[in-house]
């Protein structure tokens, strides 16, 4: 991109960006600061010292035990098709090369509109000096946030996460509410189970097409089914995989929220060949247990895969 583009694409994204910045300090004054390390909610990435380990989720900092994300370009024109890359840089401030290869992929990102209203789970590339690349589209004007979800090669598992913002005027969509049924392609999905903050919660998801329960679910990165929760307060970022009790009929998780509120549930099948993505949104209780269950019905959510 030359520089007279790149002038003319920041110059575009003045308006977007005090607007979502905005919105992003209402979000941290409602959320507060959170219980472990002191952070403020908010979208804040952590610029200079390094985040180390903590009890913090995810996806609230682009450095953490000591490891940092860091990215090219983050602004997008909405609805089209762009290159994004970044890298992940270790301790000694240089480029990780070797990353291990966890649910058949060295690092999941995952994308998520600030309002919670779109979300994608893509798969970059590595080239052999340590550069993630991969081609992305933010459909709607507005923020999103990127989660790289990797294991560098002799440590723990980390989310690192960055800001994108697609210029243009916002429309920001109302988060829906808390259901235990979402609609998608023709697909109806039943979630089962109740969060309590700080306990760790069995969550079992069923599918149904017309009316017949689908049975033959097909593996999808070696699992039945991958689950994303985002904290709407401050989109905090808890990736969980299935059980051994997940099979083609039913895709168990065990899920442990670190603070009560409304999360965002994302979740991955693959069935007659396709990803499709159901969406939740989940109220998370700070006492006893009480049920997610409601009248509403989940809209219909598409990730790209």
């Given amino acids: 991109m030359s520089s007279m583009q790149t002038s003319t694409k920041l110059a575009a994204y003045g308006a977007v960006l005090v607007a979502v910045l905005g919105a992003g300090a209402a979000a941290g004054a409602a959320v507060g600061p959170l219980d472990s390390g002191g952070q403020t909610a908010g979208h804040e990435m952590a610029a200079e010292p390094t985040t180390m380990a903590s ?7 682009a450095s953490l035990d000591g490891f940092t994300l860091a990215t090219d370009d983050t602004a997008f024109t909405p ?30 990102l995952v994308v998520v509109a600030d309002d919670l209203g779109d979300y994608q789970h893509v798969h970059p590339t590595l080239v052999a000096d340590g550069t ?3 081609d992305l589209a933010l459909p709607r004007a507005g ?12 440590a723990e598992p980390v989310t690192l996460a960055a800001d994108l913002t697609a210029a243009g005027l916002l429309d920001p969509r109302p988060l829906p509410a808390p259901s235990t049924d979402a609609t998608v392609d023709g697909y109806d999905v039943r979630l ?11 969550l079992r998801f069923t599918v149904s097409r017309d009316g017949a329960p689908v049975t033959d679910l097909q593996p999808y990165l070696g699992a039945f089914g991958h689950l994303a929760a985002i904290r709407a307060g401050d989109h905090a970022y808890l990736h969980v995989h299935p ?28 069935h007659d060949d396709v990803v499709r993505t159901a969406a939740f949104s989940v109220d998370v209780a700070s006492g006893d247990p009480t049920p997610n269950s409601t009248d509403s019905h989940g809209e219909d959510d598409h990730g790209d895969h």
């Fill in 55 to 61: 009890d913090l989720p995810g996806g609230l900092s």
């Fill in 79 to 108: 609805g089209v098709t762009e290159p994004f890359s970044f890298r992940i840089l270790g301790p000694d401030g240089t480029p990780v090369t070797a990353f291990d290869t966890r649910h058949e992929r060295q690092l999941h």
């Fill in 132 to 134: 993630w690349q991969i």
């Fill in 143 to 154: 923020g999103y946030r990127a989660y790289a979800d990797f294991d560098a090669t002799g």
């Fill in 192 to 202: 089962d189970g109740t969060v309590v903050a700080g306990t760790e919660a069995e």
């Fill in 243 to 270: 059980t051994d009790a997940s099979s083609a009929e039913e895709v168990v998780f065990v899920v442990h929220a670190p603070s009560p509120g409304t999360y965002r549930l994302f979740l991955d099948v693959r």
